[in-house]
């Protein structure tokens, strides 16, 4: 569970009981025990097996795959996977890769649906490029129609675990995830993944173990090739 879901909660717990104590009727106390229930559920923070192997990029987060396109970018030709997160997804954020953080940029912007494909340019956003593993991958925290915060609890020069929990976008949301032109994509647009655990891609000489069975706590198990997740 992210901090966040029992500050809600607990927030919505006491205004139910005080609307219970005012007017001497639960009934009055249903809605925000119902929004209560909702937030420990969306803030929600489950366990995921993180693939072991070298060359594997797991997705930063949990949603649906609208998008496998090649662009430009300042820093040359890039692949990129867009990830769309409903409401209904867990939000919380992980590193694609292990390695050093070697940027991290936040800009302001607007709130378009984070479905339309411009918003990757144009919304609220934090760009985290981590390099490791002889590669560089960038990835995009972008802010959606919903979502009015965006949390990252890192700074340029951390090192971080590839499925490391990194931070969180707070309602509909948006991850981009850019790539070397020389990756094998796993994935395809209309396929769900989860954050951590879904390979996205591989580099060519990248190697991984069968699955095997999980262990909860364990630092990492082996995931299967094709985006396989838990």
């Known amino acids: ?4 879901g029992y500050i809600y909660g607990i927030g919505l717990v006491i205004v139910a009981a005080a609307l219970k104590w005012a007017t001497g009727y639960w009934a009055w106390a249903a809605v925000p025990l119902l929004l209560a229930a909702f937030f420990l559920w969306f803030f929600r923070d489950p366990h995921r097996a ?10 930063p987060g949990d949603g ?5 396109v090649p662009v430009e970018t300042p820093d040359g030709p890039r692949q990129r996977i867009s990830i769309f997160l409903s409401v209904f997804d867990v939000h919380v954020n992980r590193a694609p890769i292990g390695g050093v953080l070697a940027r991290v940029v936040y800009r302001k912007g607007e709130y378009l649906n984070a479905m339309n494909p411009a918003s990757a340019d144009r919304n609220e956003q934090n760009a985290v490029t981590v390099r490791g593993e ?3 991958v960038t990835f995009k925290q ?4 919903l979502a009015r915060r965006i949390v ?20 509909g ?11 094998n994509l796993l994935v395809r647009p209309g396929q769900r993944v989860k954050g951590g ?3 996205l891609a591989a580099m060519a000489a990248a190697e991984w173990a069968q699955p095997e069975p999980v262990v909860h706590g364990a630092a990492a198990v082996s995931a299967a090739p094709g985006g396989a997740s838990l």
């Open 1 to 4: 569970m992210v901090r966040d």
């Open 50 to 59: 993180i693939p072991a192997g070298a060359g594997l990029i797991v997705s």
């Open 64 to 68: 649906l795959v609208t998008e496998t």
């Open 134 to 136: 002889g590669i560089e």
């Open 142 to 145: 972008i802010a959606g129609l």
């Open 152 to 171: 990252f609890n890192y700074k340029e020069g951390d090192t971080v675990q590839r499925g490391q929990r990194v931070g969180l976008i707070k309602f």
């Open 173 to 183: 949301s948006r991850v981009d995830v850019l790539l070397p032109v020389e990756a």
């Open 197 to 199: 655990s879904s390979v």
